[in-house]
Nanobody, 124 residues
Framework: QVQLVESGGGLAQAGGSLRLSCKASGQSFSAYGMGWFRRAPGLEREFVATISFSGRTTDYADSVKGRFTISRDNAKNMVYLQMNNLKTEDTAVYYC?????????????????WGQGTQVTVSS
């Protein structure tokens, strides 16, 4: 069964760091573009970062540029989100998703498979 499973969420202080991981199983991982999205309390889910199938192309939401880094290891079927200099407004449930086509995508429509999410809470 194809699935994505996130891990690495938790509690961090403002200015701290967390690293999220997403494990993909049951699919040709290296053929898919991948993305991270998040949903803060009371808000709609929003784009955070995306990476192409090769890992050579990435893009970020303006709110996380310079603080977050997306990467992938196709040999391990893993995608990561390194989050540095965390802010309280980064508090959200973070979702990993895969997109057919292999390219980057900043909107939800190309993403066909989603993980269950992992909670990130940043305290001041």
């Amino acid at each position: 069964q194809v699935q994505l499973v996130e891990s690495g969420g938790g509690l961090a202080q403002a200015g701290g760091s967390l690293r999220l991981s997403c494990k993909a199983s049951g699919q040709s991982f290296s053929a898919y573009g991948m993305g991270w999205f998040r949903r803060a309390p009371g808000l709609e889910r929003e784009f955070v970062a995306t990476i192409s199938f090769s890992g050579r192309t990435t893009d970020y939401a303006d709110s996380v540029k310079g603080r977050f880094t997306i990467s992938r290891d196709n040999a391990k079927n893993m995608v990561y989100l390194q989050m540095n200099n965390l802010k309280t407004e980064d508090t959200a449930v973070y979702y990993c998703a895969s997109a057919r086509g292999g390219g980057i995508a900043k909107t939800e429509s190309p993403y066909t498979l989603w993980g269950q999410g992992t909670q990130v809470t940043v305290s001041s």
